[in-house]
């Protein structure tokens, strides 16, 4: 039987089956991509510092965040989310991360910014361990693609300090 | 649709959606356009499907010679039922 139906069927199965080879090739293309982002965090007020009723020490802060991400995106990039955490090390846990900021990059022309904001999120220490604590400033990405796999990275800004001093 | 159609058709269309593919991958690499390679790719399958799809007179250039029916009749069907099978076989072997 070699029918209307039967040639519409096997064109129809095959056609998808290249569709996905040639999703699966534009994933591959990303690899050749090499991005050379650049980011820096600037503190420019430090709003609060203060012990919460129930113990947790609490910071408000202003921030300065300026990146330039557009040499992530590829033509086969969707989207970047992109968030700021600050990172330290307390006598209960190697790594504490509390996210700062973030925001959601939809195009490559959107992808060099510049930010003055208050911190979005609350920088709240489980404990009381931010009374002149070292921290760093850590910008996270994750490239979301139009096909295939998501890539993550960062870049680690070393050299903040929290005052000795509630105030 | 004769036999050597349907072997055109089938090659046609395989050679097709690859070509096309192939296509629609470089263009949409060198554009950086993922969306500009999906709509090279739909039509080059759109194009294959109304190409190997209907059963286009060029797929008819090699009919089969089906034999006579007055042919059949004057060589008749060997009756299975009215002989035993292993003299059926033997006889068969005979005309050969």
């Known amino acids: ?167 | 649709m004769d036999w050597l159609g349907q072997k055109r058709a089938e090659m046609l269309m395989q050679v097709l959606l690859v070509a096309s593919a192939v296509v629609a991958f470089l263009v949409g690499y060198v554009r950086a356009d993922f969306q500009l390679m999906l709509l090279v790719y739909a039509g080059g399958v759109v194009l294959t499907a109304l190409v190997t799809v209907p059963n286009w007179p060029f797929y008819n250039r090699n009919p089969l010679k089906w034999l006579d029916a007055a042919e059949a009749e004057r060589h008749p069907r060997p009756q299975v039922s009215a002989a035993p099978a292993a003299g059926g076989k033997k006889r068969s072997g005979k005309n050969k």
């Open chain 1, 1 to 167: 039987m070699h029918s209307f139906g039967h040639r519409a069927n096997a064109v129809a199965t095959f056609a998808v089956t290249i569709l996905a080879a040639i999703c699966f090739a534009a994933s591959f293309s990303d690899n050749f991509n090499t991005p050379t982002p650049t980011a820096s965090v600037k503190i420019l007020n430090l709003n609060w510092f203060q012990k919460e009723a129930n113990g947790n020490d609490e910071v408000s802060m202003t921030l300065n965040i300026s990146a330039d991400l557009s040499s992530l995106f590829t033509w086969n990039t969707k989207q970047v989310f992109v968030f700021v955490a600050a990172e330290y090390e307390t006598p209960q846990n190697a790594l504490n991360q509390v996210s700062l900021w973030d925001g959601i990059i939809p195009a490559k022309e959107h992808a060099k910014f510049l930010i003055h904001t208050t911190n979005k999120y609350r920088f709240i220490d489980q404990g009381s361990n931010l009374k002149g604590k070292e921290f760093n400033l850590t910008m996270h990405w994750h490239i979301m693609p139009k096909t295939g796999k998501m890539f993550a990275d960062k870049i680690v800004m070393t050299g903040y300090r929290l005052p000795e001093l509630y105030r």
